[in-house]
């Protein structure tokens, strides 16, 4: 965009100077009834909301109505644009020449404020690094929370950043390259480095929240913290000319008092957001939340992503929840509450509406109800909350606004009758002139004798005298003409048109009134913002307790035992999310015990059998009893779980340019440097995204290393090799999922029990996709030619082969095979292959069998003596030889018969 200052009318001089302030922001510049945007911003504004381009003097220009461009905003916002809004800052009746105007406010995602879900935060954050500690600041602006936090760990911050789900972070230059990979998915703001300058930060926040320190707030010693902070409110306020005078206290989150979730196992276990789009109703929080108010919701979300360490608090949770079992209908006197934290924001900010005070008043009214019913509960919890009496505030407002009042000012009445004497005239001057003008109507048609006589009003003209043109010469002389029309001619009277500037005075007179009166109110009703947020958080915490009290009684859950041991045992437990989606049908329970006995639970089983809703469900029941909420068990005992960590599905992440086995390594990376013995670690299927003995090389060593450092863990598998770990490795146990075999069809019995199976079931999963059945067949066919083959192959490519396809015919069957014993895997019959630990002492001592010419998979191999091998085969003693005594006699069979 190339101007010419100099040339530019006096109207674009003054938009050029605001665009100037405006830099990458889309200006929308307010004329008349229009926010009109020039030049490049014209372009972008007509292909962001789809309005017409058009041009005046060779400049681009497009616009929206004043009275729709919130929406507009929005939509150009959510595509990731700025908008600079400019207005005309003085009166067009007293302004001289030109009227000014200036930015007003600068939209961003962060500072969105009616479009956002009422039972979400909309958190604009700011994160720096100082001295080696990673700080976070959060401020939702719709409700004047600011949260921060601070860690020595980068991941940690990084978890609890995706676990608040802001919409846009200030970051400053020095730490942008740094940060910005960690950060996708929200719009990153960089700004100049002395921004973040720690005594900035400090002096702005203590000169903003009015106070000498912030050791009240908990900082002392947080400079970081501080600093992002005070970098965030400083920009809010002064680039974006925002205000934020209902920020009045600064939150701490202590990280190390929460279970820690990271951003994977959030998603794999779908806490809050489904992992395929479509799936609105999947996730733990569609199940578990009940509330009834936007505060709730919130601080509900808040909970379920934040499980506690704190026992004492876990348990003042559980007994609130058993209380309310007994007083559910409570609930129902929740649903008047509307969204009290951000009706406050916008009357402590001025931009409340008259509709909002009276929805606070309805609000306010369900509390003397409420505040009696907790006034009767034992739990300690409820000793906490305040319900500070508010029916004053509410008999204000019901006093001094009419019941329904317009969404703006000026769109109607406003005041009640009574509320001011000169308010009360004027309206009645206005209801009344309806009469007057009615009575001097049949005056003047007395007077003159014209029967066809009428007083009319018109926008152009005001109010009129209009009589046909054949009468017009019987008006009397003091008549003045101030219209002529075809057929008629309209006069105006002295007395008329005094009556007109008596009621036209009185109503501008009027809405001068009703605003005064109005605002008076607002600021009023604003000095109680302490009282009504204070009342919020309350009526917040009463909703989330309420909600998982219903949702205990609608679904039978149970209270678990929690304490601060290693146990954790559930009895009859199930998925929360599938049970409640089955539509009737059962869902199948199953049973969990890790402790000291058993560290690590290796499960094996078919593809489909339920391995992975297994783990899920237990690391979802830890993660409900740790919140406080009642599990979907018979019993459960939970020792305090620090943090929850999983692997499980395959996917690339190719924006990143991972793999599905980079990123599978990646995240179990993640787990083993950052778990610790009091974690819970639930793992599906690792190493699958290489080859074979590279991943069962990969899993083996994992759930070595896992056992090792003490955490619970459940390990769900198709390399059944891994079993053979629980022979010595005290600690670990194995289970398989059962299913029964018919013919050649196979049904999943859904249940754990205890042993190890050796068999995938691969192509009976086949089956149940829909391959062909000349596919299947063919299948069939190659799995009985690879399973038969006893010769161990040097090349890798059959040696993967060999371990995945085992004798279907032969290998005994999940069901109906001998009884094994409790905690043992079961001894079945298997091709002679290398164990994983025989494997390993071949790689430490070199002595590999020679690589060997890889027989083909479908031509016969050559003659041989039968004879003779049978003989051989005869004398052999399979329970008394060893893995490697079995290769050192396959390659002597090789030699001699081959």
Not at 187 to 197: C, Q
Request: include cysteine; charged fraction near 25%; proline fraction near 4%.
């Amino acid at each position: 965009m190339n101007l010419c200052v100099e040339k530019l009318s006096p109207m674009m001089a003054q938009w050029y100077a605001c665009k100037q302030k405006a830099k990458e922001a889309i200006l929308l510049f307010r004329l008349g009834d229009f926010y009109e945007a020039f030049y490049d911003d014209a372009t972008l504004l007509s292909e962001g909301v789809d309005v017409t381009l058009t041009q005046r003097q060779g400049i681009p220009m497009s616009g929206v109505p004043a009275h729709a461009a919130e929406g507009y905003i929005e939509k150009l916002v959510e595509k990731g644009y700025l908008v600079a809004i400019a207005e005309q800052v003085e009166d067009a009746k007293l302004a001289k020449g030109l009227v000014k105007r200036e930015i007003v406010r600068v939209v961003s995602p962060g500072t969105l404020l009616n479009s956002i879900p009422e039972n979400d935060n909309n958190f604009f954050a700011s994160i720096t690094i100082l001295n080696k500690n990673y700080a976070l600041a959060l401020l939702d602006l719709s409700t004047g929370e600011l949260r921060v936090s601070e860690a020595t760990d980068l991941k940690e911050l990084q978890d609890e950043f995706f676990r608040r789900r802001p919409s846009e972070v200030l970051l400053s230059e020095r730490d942008y390259q740094t940060l910005k990979p960690l950060l996708e998915g929200v719009r990153i703001t960089k700004k100049e480095n002395w921004r973040f300058n720690p005594q900035n930060a400090f002096n702005f926040l203590t000169g903003h929240l009015k106070v000498h320190s912030l050791d009240g707030f908990g900082l002392q010693g947080m400079t970081a913290s501080v600093t992002a902070a005070g970098a965030l409110l400083s920009y809010i306020e002064e680039d974006l000319n925002l205000s934020t005078s209902h920020v009045k206290k600064i939150a701490r989150d202590e990280l190390s008092s929460y279970m820690a979730i990271d951003k994977a196992t959030q998603r794999n276990l779908e806490l809050t957001e489904p992992l395929h789009k479509g799936g609105k109703n999947c996730t733990l929080l569609k199940l578990l939340n009940h509330t009834r108010t936007p505060m709730g919701a919130r601080l509900f979300k808040s909970w379920l992503t934040h499980p506690l360490l704190s026992l004492d608090r876990i348990v003042k949770r559980q007994e609130a929840v058993e209380e309310l079992q007994g007083y559910l209908p409570l609930a129902e006197k929740l649903r008047p509450i509307r969204d009290l934290e951000r009706l406050m924001t916008r009357i402590s900010t001025g931009t409340g509406t008259p509709r909002d005070l009276t929805t606070l008043k309805t609000s306010l009214d369900a509390v003397p109800a409420i505040r009696k019913s907790v006034a009767s509960f034992k739990a300690p919890l409820f000793e906490n909350m305040v319900f500070p009496p508010t029916e004053a505030i509410a008999k204000r407002i019901e006093e001094t606004l009419v019941e329904e009042p317009p969404v703006k000012l000026g769109e109607g009445k406003v005041i009640r009758f009574g509320v001011n004497e000169e308010l009360d005239e004027l309206c009645t001057l206005k209801t009344d002139s309806k009469s007057w003008i009615a009575q001097y109507q049949s005056e003047l048609k007395e007077q003159t004798g014209i029967r066809t006589l009428k007083i009319i009003f018109s926008k152009a003209f005001g109010y009129c005298i209009e009589v046909s043109r054949g009468q017009a010469d019987k008006m009397p002389d003091s008549f003045q003409r101030r219209q002529t029309l075809v057929n008629n001619e309209r006069f105006i009277s002295p007395e008329l048109k005094a009556y007109e500037e008596k009621i036209f005075s009185a109503e501008e007179k009027i809405q001068a009134l009703e605003s005064r009166l109005y605002h008076e109110l607002r600021k009023e009703i604003a000095t109680h913002s302490d009282t009504i947020t204070l009342l919020a958080r309350s009526i917040a915490a009463l909703d989330c307790l309420l909600s998982l009290a219903t949702v205990a009684v609608k679904n039978q859950y149970t209270r678990p035992i929690l304490d601060e041991s290693d146990t954790l045992s559930i009895e009859v437990g199930r998925h929360p999310v599938i049970e409640a989606s089955l539509l009737g049908d059962a869902f199948i329970p199953n049973d969990t015990q890790l402790d000291e006995e058993a560290r690590l639970v290796l499960i094996t089983g078919p593809n489909m059998a339920g391995k992975s809703t297994y783990i899920r469900q237990v690391a979802l029941i830890t993660i409900m009893a740790q919140i406080g909420s009642f599990v979907p068990a018979q019993k459960a005992h939970v020792g305090l779980v620090d943090k929850v960590f999983s692997r499980i599905g395959a996917s690339d992440d190719l924006s990143r340019g991972q793999s599905t086995f980079m990123l599978e390594m990646t995240e179990t990376a993640n787990i083993l440097n950052n778990a610790t013995s009091h974690s819970l670690v639930i793992l599906d299927e690792i190493g699958r995204g290489t080859s074979t003995f590279d991943g069962i090389s990969i899993a083996w060593a994992v759930a070595e290393y896992l056992l090792k450092m003490g955490c619970k863990t459940l390990f769900a598998t198709h390399y059944w090799e891994l079993t053979e770990m629980e022979e010595d490795h005290p600690g670990v146990q194995n289970v398989h999922v059962a299913v029964q075999e018919a013919a050649d069809r196979i049904v999943f019995l859904r249940k754990i029990v205890a042993g190890s199976t050796d068999k995938s079931y691969g192509i009976h999963v086949a089956r149940l996709a829909g391959l062909p059945p000349s596919v299947l067949k063919r299948a069939h066919d190659v799995l009985h030619k690879l399973s038969t083959q006893q010769l161990l192959e040097g090349d890798e490519q059959a040696r993967q082969k060999q371990v995945f396809l085992n004798d279907e015919s032969h290998s005994q069957s999940a069901m109906g095979e001998e009884e094994r014993k409790p905690g043992k895997a079961a001894a079945v019959h298997r091709p002679q292959k290398l164990s994983c630990t025989e494997l390993h002492k071949l790689e430490t001592t070199g002595d590999t069998p020679k690589q060997q010419e890889q027989l083909s998979f479908f031509t016969p191999p050559p003659s041989i003596d039968e004879e003779e091998l049978k003989s051989e085969l005869e004398k052999l003693n399979l329970n008394e030889t060893t893995p490697m005594r079995a290769l050192q006699k396959l390659e002597e069979w090789k030699s001699k018969f081959l």
